[in-house]
DNA sequence: CAGTGGATGCTCT
DNA sequence: GAGCATCCACTGT
């Protein structure tokens, strides 16, 4: 098993987002192959970095190769991969992954039995795998964080990210082409 | 299918 | 006090 460096994020999230289509995300052994993510960067109105740091948004003013979790309208988890330096704020926000690993608990948490409802958004995702607050600004890896590096190149599809009202225009939302598991098509 | 709206909590204005 | 990097249930074709 191949397990990503801190060093791996410490690059453009332009350039590190991509490259983790593929890429095996565990938490406490629970999750599977990350099948879609956005980038966000900090000159991009619509990231949560753009109006400087915040005692919420800290980690992602942090060190790569870290967690940044949030709280989404009140219900839902969020969980990004910290990219670039400390000070400037970049992250892919992972959107969606293939459940894989510990299936019949992703399906407790989630409370539902298709295996294409287990993962298939940023929300469902956190529940899934049980992300919360707890794992803000936790290093990737270290436990309970596992991250494998991906064996084959997948093909990629692009396209204009989800749920944003300034800057939806960028094509920052990356995903593996043709996969059931996107929480939209591409 | 597509479109609408409610639940819900926390941050920043 | 507004506004969200969402999800689900409901409506009407």
Not at 100 to 115: F, N, P, S, W
Request: hydrophobic share 40%; glycine share 12%; charged share 25%.
């Amino acid at each position: 098993m191949n397990q990503l460096s801190r060093d791996f994020f410490a690059r453009s999230v332009h350039e590190v987002a991509p490259e983790l289509i593929g890429v095996t995300v565990l938490v406490d052994g629970v999750g599977g192959p990350i099948v879609e993510v956005e980038a966000y960067d900090p000159e991009d109105p619509a990231s949560h970095g753009f109006r400087g740091q915040t005692a919420r948004n800290a980690a992602m003013f942090g060190p790569a190769g870290h967690a940044y979790v949030y709280r989404s309208y009140g219900i839902h988890w969020c969980l990004n991969l910290v990219c670039a330096g400390p000070g400037r704020a970049e992250a892919a926000l992972v959107r969606a992954l293939k459940p894989e690993h510990g299936l019949e608990l992703m399906r407790a948490r989630r409370g539902v039995d298709a295996e294409r409802a287990l993962c298939s958004g940023p929300g469902k995702l956190c529940e899934a795998l049980a992300v919360t607050r707890a794992h803000d600004g936790l290093p990737l890896d270290e436990p309970p964080f596992t991250l494998l590096a991906r064996e084959v190149k997948p093909e990629i599809a692009t396209g204009r990210r989800i749920g944003i009202s300034h800057g939806a225009e960028r094509e920052w939302r990356y995903g593996l082409a043709g996969s059931p598991f996107l929480s939209r098509r591409l």
